[in-house]
Protein backbone atom coordinates (compact mmCIF):
# COMPACT_ATOMS: atom_id res chain seq x y z
CA UNK A 1 0.00 0.00 0.00
CA UNK A 2 2.04 3.25 -1.13
CA UNK A 3 1.63 6.16 0.98
CA UNK A 4 2.06 9.65 0.13
CA UNK A 5 4.76 10.35 -2.87
CA UNK A 6 5.93 13.53 -3.97
CA UNK A 7 7.93 14.88 -7.01
CA UNK A 8 10.66 15.69 -7.38
CA UNK A 9 12.16 15.28 -4.25
CA UNK A 10 14.70 18.15 -4.70
CA UNK A 11 14.65 21.08 -6.79
CA UNK A 12 16.53 24.37 -7.70
CA UNK A 13 15.14 27.01 -8.86
CA UNK A 14 15.41 31.23 -9.73
CA UNK A 15 14.22 33.87 -8.54
CA UNK A 16 11.35 35.18 -10.53
CA UNK A 17 10.64 31.36 -12.17
CA UNK A 18 7.45 29.56 -11.74
CA UNK A 19 7.25 25.48 -10.42
CA UNK A 20 4.95 22.82 -10.30
CA UNK A 21 5.39 20.47 -7.56
CA UNK A 22 3.19 17.01 -7.50
CA UNK A 23 1.65 14.64 -4.84
CA UNK A 24 0.13 11.46 -5.37
CA UNK A 25 -2.07 10.89 -1.89
CA UNK A 26 -2.31 7.75 -0.02
CA UNK A 27 -4.33 4.68 -1.60
CA UNK A 28 -8.17 5.37 -0.56
CA UNK A 29 -7.76 9.09 0.60
CA UNK A 30 -9.25 11.48 -1.21
CA UNK A 31 -8.38 14.97 0.20
CA UNK A 32 -4.54 16.45 -0.18
CA UNK A 33 -3.43 19.40 1.72
CA UNK A 34 0.03 21.50 1.30
CA UNK A 35 2.26 22.79 3.87
CA UNK A 36 5.67 24.63 3.63
CA UNK A 37 8.16 24.13 6.19
CA UNK A 38 10.67 27.18 6.15
CA UNK A 39 13.93 25.92 7.65
CA UNK A 40 14.11 25.69 11.03
CA UNK A 41 10.07 26.41 11.30
CA UNK A 42 7.07 24.07 11.71
CA UNK A 43 5.11 23.38 8.72
CA UNK A 44 1.94 26.05 7.73
CA UNK A 45 -0.61 24.84 6.15
CA UNK A 46 -0.86 26.41 2.44
CA UNK A 47 -4.47 24.79 1.02
CA UNK A 48 -6.60 21.82 0.57
CA UNK A 49 -8.44 20.20 -2.05
CA UNK A 50 -11.20 18.18 -1.95
CA UNK A 51 -13.81 17.23 -5.16
CA UNK A 52 -11.42 19.33 -7.53
CA UNK A 53 -12.11 22.14 -4.94
CA UNK A 54 -9.57 24.53 -3.17
CA UNK A 55 -11.42 24.47 0.18
CA UNK A 56 -9.66 26.00 2.65
CA UNK A 57 -6.75 27.95 2.56
CA UNK A 58 -4.05 29.42 4.89
CA UNK A 59 -2.46 32.79 4.48
CA UNK A 60 -0.59 32.64 1.78
CA UNK A 61 -0.63 35.09 -1.03
CA UNK A 62 -2.09 34.58 -4.54
CA UNK A 63 1.32 33.19 -6.30
CA UNK A 64 0.34 29.69 -4.26
CA UNK A 65 -2.11 27.71 -6.50
CA UNK A 66 -3.45 23.95 -6.77
CA UNK A 67 -4.78 21.80 -8.80
CA UNK A 68 -6.37 18.65 -7.99
CA UNK A 69 -7.15 15.64 -10.85
CA UNK A 70 -10.07 13.39 -10.81
CA UNK A 71 -7.33 10.59 -9.22
CA UNK A 72 -7.28 12.65 -6.04
CA UNK A 73 -3.40 13.59 -7.11
CA UNK A 74 -2.37 17.07 -6.69
CA UNK A 75 -0.51 19.57 -7.81
CA UNK A 76 1.34 23.52 -6.19
CA UNK A 77 2.10 26.00 -8.36
CA UNK A 78 4.47 28.75 -7.34
CA UNK A 79 4.82 31.60 -9.41
CA UNK A 80 7.32 35.01 -9.59
CA UNK A 81 9.04 32.80 -6.69
CA UNK A 82 10.69 34.39 -3.95
CA UNK A 83 14.37 33.84 -2.15
CA UNK A 84 11.79 33.15 0.60
CA UNK A 85 10.29 30.83 -0.68
CA UNK A 86 12.66 28.44 -0.29
CA UNK A 87 11.53 25.57 1.75
CA UNK A 88 10.51 21.89 2.34
CA UNK A 89 7.03 21.19 0.58
CA UNK A 90 4.82 18.57 2.36
CA UNK A 91 1.73 17.05 0.93
CA UNK A 92 -0.79 15.23 3.43
CA UNK A 93 -3.53 13.34 2.16
CA UNK A 94 -6.70 12.15 4.32
CA UNK A 95 -10.49 11.23 3.86
CA UNK A 96 -13.82 13.74 3.41
CA UNK A 97 -15.36 14.14 5.75
CA UNK A 98 -13.05 14.72 8.18
CA UNK A 99 -12.70 11.59 10.50
CA UNK A 100 -11.11 11.78 13.87
CA UNK A 101 -9.39 8.61 13.89
CA UNK A 102 -7.80 9.52 10.93
CA UNK A 103 -4.68 11.12 10.70
CA UNK A 104 -2.91 13.18 7.69
CA UNK A 105 -0.98 11.16 6.28
CA UNK A 106 2.70 12.95 4.90
CA UNK A 107 4.81 12.51 2.37
CA UNK A 108 8.66 13.31 2.60
CA UNK A 109 8.43 16.30 1.14
CA UNK A 110 10.11 18.44 -2.00
CA UNK A 111 13.12 20.44 -0.79
CA UNK A 112 12.55 23.56 -3.01
CA UNK A 113 15.67 26.35 -3.43
CA UNK A 114 15.59 29.58 -4.93
CA UNK A 115 18.19 31.44 -6.08
CA UNK B 1 -6.69 32.37 15.85
CA UNK B 2 -4.43 29.15 17.31
CA UNK B 3 -0.97 29.14 18.47
CA UNK B 4 1.60 26.60 19.71
CA UNK B 5 4.27 27.31 21.51
CA UNK B 6 7.72 24.88 22.19
CA UNK B 7 8.89 26.04 24.74
CA UNK B 8 12.80 24.56 23.90
CA UNK B 9 14.15 24.61 20.41
CA UNK B 10 16.71 21.77 21.23
CA UNK B 11 16.69 18.99 24.05
CA UNK B 12 20.24 17.16 23.99
CA UNK B 13 19.55 14.23 26.50
CA UNK B 14 22.09 11.25 27.26
CA UNK B 15 20.57 7.37 25.82
CA UNK B 16 18.41 5.89 28.36
CA UNK B 17 17.62 9.42 30.26
CA UNK B 18 13.95 10.93 30.75
CA UNK B 19 12.88 13.49 28.54
CA UNK B 20 10.22 16.27 28.44
CA UNK B 21 9.18 18.36 25.11
CA UNK B 22 7.13 21.06 26.12
CA UNK B 23 4.14 22.23 24.19
CA UNK B 24 1.75 25.06 25.22
CA UNK B 25 -0.86 26.26 22.84
CA UNK B 26 -3.32 29.25 22.72
CA UNK B 27 -6.88 28.54 21.00
CA UNK B 28 -10.35 29.93 22.20
CA UNK B 29 -12.34 26.76 20.92
CA UNK B 30 -12.17 22.91 21.84
CA UNK B 31 -8.92 21.87 20.44
CA UNK B 32 -7.66 18.51 19.23
CA UNK B 33 -3.31 17.58 19.80
CA UNK B 34 -1.00 15.94 18.55
CA UNK B 35 2.82 15.33 18.68
CA UNK B 36 4.44 14.58 15.13
CA UNK B 37 7.82 13.26 14.56
CA UNK B 38 10.31 13.78 11.71
CA UNK B 39 13.30 12.00 11.00
CA UNK B 40 16.10 13.11 8.97
CA UNK B 41 14.90 13.57 5.49
CA UNK B 42 11.46 12.44 5.81
CA UNK B 43 7.90 13.39 6.19
CA UNK B 44 5.92 13.81 9.36
CA UNK B 45 4.67 10.88 10.81
CA UNK B 46 1.84 11.05 13.83
CA UNK B 47 3.27 10.33 17.20
CA UNK B 48 0.16 10.28 19.56
CA UNK B 49 -2.89 12.57 19.58
CA UNK B 50 -5.40 13.93 22.07
CA UNK B 51 -9.85 14.25 20.77
CA UNK B 52 -11.21 13.52 23.67
CA UNK B 53 -11.53 11.27 27.29
CA UNK B 54 -8.49 10.85 29.45
CA UNK B 55 -6.17 13.51 29.50
CA UNK B 56 -2.94 10.88 28.86
CA UNK B 57 -2.10 9.40 25.78
CA UNK B 58 0.24 7.16 25.05
CA UNK B 59 2.09 6.17 21.32
CA UNK B 60 3.33 2.57 20.91
CA UNK B 61 6.90 3.44 21.19
CA UNK B 62 6.95 4.38 25.15
CA UNK B 63 5.91 8.01 24.63
CA UNK B 64 3.23 9.57 26.51
CA UNK B 65 1.56 13.18 26.54
CA UNK B 66 -0.84 14.94 28.63
CA UNK B 67 -3.10 17.26 28.34
CA UNK B 68 -3.72 19.67 30.69
CA UNK B 69 -6.62 22.05 29.86
CA UNK B 70 -6.04 24.45 32.97
CA UNK B 71 -2.54 25.10 31.82
CA UNK B 72 -3.06 24.70 27.90
CA UNK B 73 -0.17 22.23 27.30
CA UNK B 74 0.54 19.25 25.76
CA UNK B 75 3.83 17.75 26.96
CA UNK B 76 5.66 14.98 25.94
CA UNK B 77 7.48 12.58 28.05
CA UNK B 78 9.56 9.42 28.17
CA UNK B 79 10.68 7.47 30.74
CA UNK B 80 13.94 6.84 29.11
CA UNK B 81 15.08 6.88 25.41
CA UNK B 82 16.95 5.39 22.66
CA UNK B 83 19.77 6.73 20.24
CA UNK B 84 16.54 5.98 17.52
CA UNK B 85 14.53 8.77 18.90
CA UNK B 86 16.67 11.36 17.30
CA UNK B 87 14.45 13.18 15.86
CA UNK B 88 12.73 16.80 15.35
CA UNK B 89 9.12 16.78 17.27
CA UNK B 90 6.30 18.62 16.55
CA UNK B 91 3.05 19.63 18.57
CA UNK B 92 0.18 20.73 16.95
CA UNK B 93 -3.55 22.11 17.20
CA UNK B 94 -6.61 21.57 15.33
CA UNK B 95 -10.21 22.84 15.76
CA UNK B 96 -10.99 19.95 12.81
CA UNK B 97 -10.22 17.47 13.83
CA UNK B 98 -7.04 15.76 11.98
CA UNK B 99 -7.47 18.36 9.11
CA UNK B 100 -5.54 21.88 9.02
CA UNK B 101 -2.98 21.58 11.84
CA UNK B 102 -1.09 24.54 13.01
CA UNK B 103 2.43 23.43 14.52
CA UNK B 104 5.04 24.51 16.94
CA UNK B 105 8.29 25.88 15.68
CA UNK B 106 9.78 22.16 16.64
CA UNK B 107 11.76 20.88 18.97
CA UNK B 108 15.52 19.08 18.06
CA UNK B 109 15.76 15.75 20.43
CA UNK B 110 19.33 14.91 20.34
CA UNK B 111 20.17 11.56 22.14
CA UNK B 112 23.97 11.69 23.36
CA UNK B 113 25.71 8.00 24.27
Known amino acids: DAGVTQSPTHLIKTRGQQVTLRCSPKSGHDTVSWYQQALGQGPQFIFQ???????QRGNFPDRFSGHQFPNYSSELNVNALLLGDSALYLC??????????????FGNGTRLTVT | AQSVTQLDSQVPVFEEAPVELRCNYSSSVSVYLFWYVQYPNQGLQLLLKYLSGSTLVKSINGFEAEFNKSQTSFHLRKPSVHISDTAEYFC???????????FGQGTRLTINP
Open chain 2, 92 to 102: AVSDQGAQKLV
Open chain 1, 49 to 55: YYEEEER
Open chain 1, 92 to 105: ASSVFPPDLNSPLH
